[in-house]
């Protein structure tokens, strides 16, 4: 399987994702991602906050606003590594248990 990206996010885990299924959720899932690589990159290395899913222990999403817009990325996380799950814009951050916040 060949890494499109990987990045150690705040948590210190690793997170990769492929070129497929990058393309997938750009041109699938969430279009308004287009283009947006580095952000989400950005969002994984130096997020406003960090909050933990409610209904699943090992799922993370991250936080950073954008123009007034949030950038979510949503990320399981398996020992040491991690990989997207989806990313998307939002203008609000969701319910969940605050783990980190700037």
Request: hydrophobic share 30%.
């Amino acid at each position: 399987m060949v890494h499109y990206f990987e990045i150690t996010c705040k948590l210190g885990k690793i997170v990769r994702t492929t070129k497929e299924y990058w393309t997938f959720i750009i041109n699938a899932k969430h279009p308004s991602m287009k283009g947006r690589k580095k952000n989400v990159m950005n969002t994984l290395k130096d997020p406003d906050e960090i909050r933990k899913s409610k209904r699943d222990p090992k799922v993370y999403l991250y936080y950073r606003e954008i123009k007034k817009k949030y950038i979510c990325v949503v990320c399981k996380h398996l020992n040491g590594e991690g990989y997207i799950i989806t990313t998307y814009l939002t203008s609000r951050i969701m319910e969940g248990e605050s783990i980190w916040k700037k």
